[in-house]
T-cell receptor
Framework: SQQGEEDPQALSIQEGENATMNCSYK?????LQWYRQNSGRGLVHLIL?????REKHSGRLRVTLDTSKKSSSLLITASRAADTASYFC???????????FGTGTRLKVLA | DGGITQSPKYLFRKEGQNVTLSCEQN?????MYWYRQDPGQGLRLIYY???????QKGDIAEGYSVSREKKESFPLTVTSAQKNPTAFYLC???????????????FGNGTRLTVT
């Protein structure tokens, strides 16, 4: 059973615009992580937000976490064509290392 | 350089044959994971291991087997019982315990398995 569900499934924007994608999960968690995957490659870690944090920034990335709603959002500001990729959230139930990934958002940034 | 190595990158097998995918890490991580990814889909957990000689089933373990005899190695065998084995397989690792509870997963570059 997939713990994380993301929306939208696909997103197409112009270069310079912001991209927002959302993730929902089902259980109590230690942290929530966001990953990026270029086509046919492994996943690259972007940012980790702990359950006691509400917002975190890393460069052009901004992540929020609402544990009461069991949801998170990833905002990419001033997007570039090189940001074109699939983005996944991952969580593990508190006290476990069983990381489950969401269904992913396919982002396409048009130059 | 530390990292995770998956080999081979592409693997072709005939239906009915077992096949073993290799995953090696030199990051000194205790936990290792196997995920399956189908085209345009998310990752589904097959097996994971938090310590040598111990592993747990993920959400789609049927038709797969693993071993964890060494900390740095976590091979996955796709058996003939797996009904639809053609997929992209990803291996990952992470530390556990202490700050490891809030550490990211490190991924290999995957093995694309095609069974005909």
């Amino acid at each position: 059973s997939q713990q994380g569900e993301e929306d939208p499934q696909a997103l197409s924007i112009q270069e310079g615009e912001n991209a927002t994608m959302n993730c929902s999960y089902k259980t109590s968690i230690n942290n929530l992580q966001w990953y990026r995957q270029n086509s046919g490659r492994g996943l690259v870690h972007l940012i980790l937000i702990r359950s006691n944090e509400r917002e975190k920034h890393s460069g052009r990335l901004r992540v929020t976490l609402d544990t009461s709603k069991k949801s998170s959002s990833l905002l990419i500001t001033a997007s570039r064509a090189a940001d074109t990729a699939s983005y996944f959230c991952a969580t593990a139930s508190s006290g476990t290392y069983k990381y489950i990934f969401g269904t992913g958002t396919r982002l396409k940034v048009l130059a | 350089d530390g990292g995770i190595t998956q080999s081979p990158k592409y693997l072709f097998r005939k239906e009915g044959q077992n096949v073993t995918l290799s995953c090696e890490q030199n990051l000194n991580h205790d936990a290792m994971y196997w995920y399956r990814q189908d085209p345009g889909q998310g990752l589904r957990l097959i097996y994971y291991s938090q310590i040598v000689n111990d592993f747990q089933k993920g959400d789609i373990a049927e038709g797969y087997s693993v071993s964890r005899e060494k900390k740095e190695s976590f091979p996955l065998t796709v058996t003939s019982a797996q009904k639809n084995p053609t997929a992209f397989y990803l291996c990952a690792s992470s530390p556990v315990g202490g700050t490891g509870a809030n550490s990211p997963l490190h991924f290999g570059n995957g093995t694309r398995l095609t069974v005909t």
